[in-house]
């Protein structure tokens, strides 16, 4: 009995060694059936530390990868294990041993790598990816494989881990991480981190404005990659509940005019729920500001309530930022310096249209959107100036160029158009002679204000629309020019020497050519146009 029982045994422990023996042949032959069957996951270390060994950790030839070719195997020493490696394989995925293939170094010739500093599991997880395209790393372990791929110059391994990384980010470990990608050197880890902080830059201004000069820079232009879309927003609603149009008004709108596809798509949900309000727009480091107020209902009718949100189309999120000190409506803003600047407009109360008592506000405000707060600045020097109230244009019209602010209007007595300048560094006023006199054009209605490499007017009269423009150094007004008669009303943009206006007669938008003068009309919204702002935003899809 108790030699028939030794039999036994013997032929299973002989089975036993048989079968592993043929899963090891097998795994060495076709390395795609490693990870099948064995599913090795990377450790954190190159020593087991009482834990149960891996597989690979148990048997060499679950440490062999190779594609074919017995010749280029070179044995590969780490910490504590030893791998059989395909070096041609692996030199396509990394610079540090397609250096070494190329080279004529002892280790070469020798068919022997040391790299006894470099833990065993971690050198595992490269080969896994780069021989079985296999990636199980996890954020515990991350940081040690991303300084691993930078060390050994393994781009898409690298690139792997950064993407992982990418999406662990977070604000409670940004820092962090952002420490150890200076302390390796690591450039590509360092731009990860900076993507990820362009993309939240104003919800984390306490880790963003502690970064060096360069730095901010950076993060700050890396919010300007991406795709670049004309949008619009309803600016404002006065007309009574009309709940299916309704609906499509609080939406933002954009349109890439480089798809074959020529509509506009909705994007994000405006981020209040009123039937009336009356907001301005503006764009600072490819955020979306909205500024101004909407109706809300209170125990005894209605009462406007001040309101200013940030959209950052990179996360597809609105947020709720300090509203205007003043209560104002059709208002003017100016983004220059880093701040965005309010200015002019008329008192915001119930939406009632302006008439001859109406008074224009000379507050100037100051937004910095690091602090989230407003405050007041050098107020406008009006004088004799007189502005035309209307529901069709903010007033009075504004423009930024270089680090100035140009403000233009109608002196009251001659009806000549002169322009103002703002100086943010030195928070004064001045005024930029000569004038445009009636002589010059007659524009009694002015429509758009904006700037290229010199101060662009568009205004009209009852035959025809106007172009013309001032060069701030030489202190001249250009030739004035006629163009097609289009009553153009909002808020508008300008970008590449093209002004998109909304044109209201015809409900669509017009982009005119400032070189050319022609004329192009944009699809229309999906909703009926009346008092629409354009701006230009990035997204990342």
Not at 142 to 153: A, P, V
Not at 228 to 254: D, H, V
Not at 374 to 398: E, K
């Amino acid at each position: 009995m108790d030699s028939s029982r030794n039999c036994v045994s013997l032929v299973l422990a002989f089975f036993t060694v048989w079968v592993r023996y043929g899963f090891e042949l097998i795994a060495w032959v076709f390395p795609m059936f490693r990870r099948l069957v064995f599913n090795p996951v990377a450790s954190r270390s190159g020593h087991t530390d009482g834990r149960e060994l891996k597989s690979w950790e148990k048997s060499s030839a679950l440490r062999i990868y190779s594609c074919g070719n017995e010749e280029s195997l070179v044995t590969v020493q780490t910490r504590t294990h030893s791998f059989q490696v395909d070096l041609g394989k692996l030199s396509e995925c990394s610079d540090y041993f397609r250096a070494l293939s190329e080279s004529r170094m002892k280790e070469t010739t020798e068919h022997l790598i040391h790299l006894e500093h470099i833990p065993s599991a971690l050198f595992h997880s490269l080969l896994e990816f780069t021989f079985l395209q296999c990636f199980d790393v996890s954020e515990e372990d991350l940081l040690e494989h991303i300084e691993m791929g930078s060390y050994l110059l393994a781009q898409p391994f690298l690139t792997q881990c950064l993407a992982t990384l990418l999406k662990v980010l977070s604000p409670q470990n940004c820092q962090m991480y952002l420490d150890f990608s200076r302390a390796i050197c690591c450039e590509e880890m360092l731009h990860t981190i900076h993507r990820y902080l362009s993309t939240h830059l104003l919800e984390l201004p306490c880790l963003t404005r502690s970064l060096e000069l360069t730095a901010q820079e950076t993060i700050i232009r890396l919010r300007s990659s991406g795709t670049q879309r004309l949008c619009a927003l309803k600016k404002e609603n006065l007309t009574a509940r009309n709940f299916p149009q309704l609906e499509g008004a609080l939406y933002l709108y954009s349109f890439d005019e480089n798809k074959d596809d020529v509509s506009w798509s909705r994007e994000a949900r405006l981020p209040f729920v009123a039937d009336k309000w009356c907001f301005t727009t503006a764009v600072l480091h490819n955020y979306l500001f909205l500024i101004g107020g909407y109706r809300q209902k209170v125990k005894r009718g209605f009462e406007f309530q001040m309101a200013s949100f940030r959209y950052n189309p990179c996360t597809n999120s609105w947020v709720s930022v300090a509203p205007l000190i003043k209560h104002r409506r059709h208002f003017s803003t100016a983004v220059c310096e880093g701040y965005i600047f309010a200015v002019g407009g008329w008192y915001l109360d119930t939406l009632v249209a302006p008439d001859s008592s109406t008074v224009l506000y000379t507050a100037v405000e100051r937004y910095d959107p690091w602090t989230d707060t407003w405050a007041f600045v050098s107020s406008l020097p009006l004088n004799d100036f007189l502005f035309t109230m209307s529901l069709s244009h903010d007033i009075p019209l504004t423009s930024v160029l270089h680090d100035c602010i140009y403000v233009t209007g109608s002196i009251q007595r001659t009806g000549e158009k002169l322009i103002l300048q703002y100086s943010v560094k030195h928070d004064s006023w001045s005024e930029l002679l000569p004038t445009l006199t009636r002589a010059d054009a007659e524009i009694p209605s002015l429509y758009f204000f904006g700037a290229t490499d010199k101060l662009h007017l568009i205004g009209g009269n009852n035959h025809q629309n106007v172009v013309t423009s001032f060069c701030v150094e030489s202190r001249k007004w250009e030739e004035v020019q006629a163009t097609e008669k289009i009553t153009l009303a909002g808020q508008g943009t300008i970008l590449n020497n093209e002004v998109y206006m909304p044109a209201a007669e015809q409900n669509s938008f017009v982009r005119l050519n400032l070189q050319s003068l022609s004329t192009h009309m944009l699809p229309p919204l999906p909703i009926s146009s009346s008092y629409e702002a354009l701006f230009h935003l990035f997204f990342p899809w």
